[in-house]
Each structure stands twice: as C-alpha cells, then as structure tokens.
C-alpha cells in the first residue's frame, strides 16, 4: 500500500484564514533511465541496457503513432491527439495561428485503482516555507502554462523573496528534458509576495521554475538557502 | 514528417452556421503488444516477447512510483499527482469524500515538437456522419468524463438515432482495458439529436462510447450500419 504526504497551504485566493489547499510533498523525478534501474533492483533477467534501450525506442514510436492519430493506451495512461481552434465554413483551412494540434491524456484504469488505494498523511500546514502560487508570462498573460525567453514573468506567492549570500539563492528553470539549470541574472522586482524575473535565452521546452532563498518571514535569514519547485510545468515553445 | 487528417463539423453550440470544430480522423487504438509489433516490424535483435514484458513491467514500475509522490518524465509525457479539494484548517484531515489524488499529464517536447511538425490536411465537412457531441451523466451531471452503472446517460449530438435492422445496431461501451464491448439494452430516448440510455452494470474502467446505426437524415437507411465513436474517454470509478 503506497502512502503520500501533503502538505497544506493558505488559500491566497479566499478572504478565509482557515481555507487550505493541498500539495503532495514532491519525492523526485524519475526518468526512463531511473525505471530501467528499478526493473533490475526488483530482479530480470534483461539487462539495464536492454531495458533502457526498449524504453526510449517505445516512447519515439508512441510519439510517431500519437501524431499519425492513434490512440495509445498503456498501463499508465490513454493519449490521443486533437485539433483547437474554430473553422471559418466548411471550406476552411488549416491555420498553424489559429489552429493547433495538442495530445490529451486520461490515467489508466491501473492507475486510478492505485490513486484510490493510496494513504493519504497531511504533515500539516507548510506555513514557514516558500510557496510559489502562480506564474504569470507578463508578455502574453498566460498563466502556470507557457513562458517567453527573454520576458519578464511574475512570479506570486508568499515568502518568495530572493535573500541570503549563499551563491546558489536565486531563480532557477530546470529542463525537464535535459535536467538542465538555468539560472536568471536578472529579478527586477523582489519582494515577498512577488517577483518580476527577466528570462534568459531558453531553448523550446518542458521548465520546472525553482526559487532558491535564504528569506524567511520574520527578518532573519536561514542558514542553508532552502529550494523550493513550481509544481506545473512551464512551457517554452 | 507525419499528416492527419481532419474532419470539420458544425459547431452546434453556436447559432453561425459557419461556425466549425476539427476532429482528427482516428486511426484505431494501439495498446503495449502493438507497439512491440511496430518495435519488432523497424528491425530489433529483441524478442517481441522480452520487449512486451518490459513495456508491462514498466508500466507497473511507473503507476507505483507516481502513487508514492514522483513525477515521471519519459519521452511521451511528463506526469505527477496531485490532491483536490479544499482544507478547512491546517489540522483537517484526509476525507475521501471531500479530497481526491489524481494524476495530471503533460506533452513531453519531443511530442510536442512532433505535433508542430504534423502536417494537417482538412478533408471536409463531416456532413452526413453521426456526430456524438456530449454525453451527460444524468445523476451526477458530469459531462464527458464519469458515467454511473445502472444509471441514465444523455447523449447529444446529430443524427444519432440508433435505427436499422442491422443485429449490430445499439449503444456499445468499449472497455479501454480489456477491449470487451458492452451493449446498452434499454433506450429510454431515441431521437436524432438526442438518445437516453440506461448503462449496465459495468465494472469499474475507461470506456469509449460507440453508437452503431443505420440511421440518415434523409429519410433512407443505410444498408450497412456505421459505427461512431465518442472521441472523449468516459470513466466508471
């Protein structure tokens, strides 16, 4: 039986103090490399190099099929591609502007049966940490979605502001591809609350936003900075 | 460089008639022994056996991970749970009632890439085709997403009266897991624009809903029935 903890965390967008919401305290990323590795510890008779191989080729022929418009459905998730944006009549063409071609993904019914079963521990509320709770593209005002290179983003939350001489303090995007840090120069606003962040020159990719601080709300400064991770993806395209 | 291809249909939720949605045109559904197939067709010195025992035990490996808090970034998705629902107070507790664990997805860039890439090509206004375009679960008023056994689903849409003498004909849920087609017997409504149906007793999983008739607007039957499927997931919990 799996179990995870929560933390609980003030609802900025209520007037009521008592309203809380809930994140997964976060274990780490696993990558297909990390899996192959846990078929071998649990014990196969493949090698770690057979599965990582198998692994990474069946992700690149998912992909080609989804884009084809199959469906693909595995033991973790069901995926098919589809198309937004309004046709203008019967006649009308396809627009890359105006039109775009996005893959949506439902969790299996393995998955579901597991979330069901999972133990769910509230560790309490997170009152004394940083919370990151949106980010906005100051450019094209998405939110929690996609960001600009070089824009600036708002980043709010509580506890946020960047402080301490610890040389890792600072605002970070993670590739997710690459598993990549790339650091911002430049934060034009840095208060509490709120944080205005020049992005530097990124490559198109999947972003995990982190603040690095050693801030802490009642004017001392930590010791040991304290890294704390956006939980939504960030898109640059 | 892959193509899809792209029905349009009207819109019926605005009064322009020129108002039109895309559907990409699906290709049929590949599960875990069909990717193996496509992995053995390329050319691999892998057994299609050894490479369909890696992509279940992956699969396994990956849905226990994400239970225990990890996010998991392959070459497909990026994926992670979360909790919903609201706390009332830092000291609440964990209610399955109130609070639910569910995992979310995003493209992974190499998907992402690949969809930018896809050439799309509209082939026209889906015209004389059954068009399914909700389906409403009549005791709990979700719409496309979860359906209750034993209970009145309400599917809207255009010329999806279930008519023909055809054995085939009738409302079918499609089990995403184990591919078993279940046949709805009773139809309360059977309208052109709308159909009440009573759902079996269906075990929990993910379902497409397929309607199968002979029915045209122009008065004729088809002489061979053509099936349709609703293009979003309906899940049974």
Redo the contacts between chains.
């Keep these: 039986m799996?179990?995870?903890?929560?933390w609980?965390y003030d609802?900025l967008l209520t007037p009521d103090p008592?309203?809380?919401?809930?994140?997964?305290?976060?274990?780490?990323?696993?990558?297909?490399n990390d899996?192959?590795d846990?078929?071998v510890k649990?014990g196969?008779e493949?090698q770690k190099e057979?599965?990582l191989n198998?692994?990474?080729?069946?992700?690149?022929?998912?992909?080609?099929?989804?884009?084809?418009?199959?469906?693909?459905?595995?033991?973790?998730?069901?995926?098919?591609?589809?198309?937004n944006?309004?046709?203008?009549?019967?006649?009308?063409?396809?627009d890359p502007n105006e039109?775009r071609?996005?893959?949506s993904?439902?969790?299996?019914?393995?998955?579901?049966?597991?979330?069901?079963?999972?133990q769910?521990?509230?560790i309490?509320?997170a009152?004394t940490e940083p919370v990151i709770g949106k980010v906005i593209d100051n450019l094209t005002k998405a939110e929690d979605s996609t960001i600009t290179p070089g824009n600036v983003i708002v980043i709010k939350g509580n506890r946020i502001k960047i402080a301490g001489d610890d040389s890792g303090v600072g605002v970070y995007l993670v590739d997710?591809?690459t598993n990549t840090r790339c650091k911002c120069e430049q934060i034009v606003t840095n208060e509490p609350k709120q944080l205005m962040v020049m992005l530097p020159d990124l490559p198109?990719?999947?972003y995990i936003l982190e603040i690095v601080t050693q801030y802490s709300s009642n004017n001392s400064t930590l010791k040991e900075p304290r890294t704390t991770p956006f939980?939504h993806?960030l898109?640059v395209?």
């Design positions: 799996s179990k995870v903890n929560v609980l609802n008592n309203d809380f919401y809930g994140k997964v305290k976060p274990q780490g990323t696993l990558r297909n899996i192959a846990a078929m649990e196969t493949y057979t599965i198998i692994l990474d080729r069946s992700d690149r022929i998912k992909v080609s099929k989804l884009v084809e418009g199959y469906s693909i459905n595995t033991g973790v998730c069901y995926s098919h591609i589809g198309i944006g309004a046709f203008h009549g019967a006649t009308d063409r396809f039109h071609i996005t893959a993904f439902t969790s299996s019914t393995a998955l579901r049966e597991e979330l069901k079963k999972t769910v521990e509230i309490g509320a009152t997710q591809g198109a990719g999947n939980e993806v898109i395209e």
